[in-house]
């Protein structure tokens, strides 16, 4: 992790009355939180409730209609390109080369970030996988939770300040699960932010420190040290 005195690094994210219109669609509508390192944020709703829109808008790859979101002291508009470069995104698409390795593909993407020893970068990152055994095997000959672990390691190969998951879980078996949650609590204890969009209300409420439940493009609700979750999201999503 990069030192806090470095001039583009942040210590926490704090989305201020943000608005994201598609036209006349309004996909997030006045949304606030703030998101501080060590923690792990979840945002969660059903299916087009926002969390894509809003993970997006903290990548910095979309720009908020109305509102602002600030990374510490840094706004987007005039630092976008170095705040880019302290976060890591996993989505749905994993951005993997299936005809690479596991340790090419990591290498390839530590050197486009200007890692020094690409090589040995990608090996450590494959080790924290459990995946140095598969190390020289093709990314096409894995499962899909083998692959979403290496995804997640590509997304976080240059040590990024900020980490951002689109439903992280899906369709990963229970060694996978184990693996993926274990590591998004490395990177809570490493000080990093996390904020992970989830359907899985088991496991968030295991593992996130702080939720914000969003419903039609708003902020329903938010908890804190979030127990009860499961039931907490029925009273939420079932109030009109």
């Known amino acids: 992790m990069t030192s806090a005195a470095a001039a583009d690094d942040f210590d926490h994210v704090a989305v201020d009355d943000v608005s994201r219109h598609f036209g006349r669609r309004r996909a997030v509508s ?14 969660l709703g059903p299916n087009g409730a ?3 829109t809003m993970l997006a808008m903290l990548a910095t790859l979309l720009r908020p209609t109305a509102g ?20 890591g995104v996993l989505g749905h698409d994993l951005f993997l080369y299936p005809e690479l390795t596991a340790h090419e593909n990591l290498a390839f993407f530590a050197a486009l970030y200007q890692r020094s020893d690409a090589s040995g ?20 000959s894995f499962s899909r939770g083998m692959r979403q672990r290496v995804a997640l390691e590509r997304a976080l190969i240059h040590g990024p300040r ?24 490395e990177l809570r204890d490493g000080g990093a932010i996390v904020i992970l969009a ?28 979030p127990e ?3 039931s907490a999201y ?3 999503m079932g109030h009109r």
């Not at 949304?31 to 944020?41: D, H, K, P, Q, Y």
């Not at 602002?68 to 976060?87: E, K, Q």
């Open 30 to 43: 006045r949304v606030s939180f703030t998101a501080r390192e060590g923690t792990i944020l979840g945002l």
């Open 50 to 52: 926002g969390k894509s």
């Open 68 to 87: 602002a979101i600030r990374f510490g002291t840094l706004d987007p508009r005039a630092h976008g390109a170095a705040l880019r470069g302290r976060i």
């Open 121 to 140: 970068v990608a090996t450590r990152a494959l080790v924290r996988a459990g995946l140095a055994d598969r190390a020289d095997d093709p990314v096409s």
């Open 162 to 185: 900020l980490a951002l998951l689109d439903e992280p879980f899906t369709g990963l078996d229970d060694a996978s699960t184990a693996a993926l949650v274990g590591r998004l609590r």
């Open 198 to 225: 989830t359907h899985d209300l088991e496991l968030a409420e295991g593992l996130i420190d702080e939720a914000v439940f969003l419903r039609e493009g708003r902020i329903a609700s938010t908890m804190t040290r």
């Open 228 to 230: 009860g979750l499961r």
């Open 234 to 236: 029925r009273d939420v």
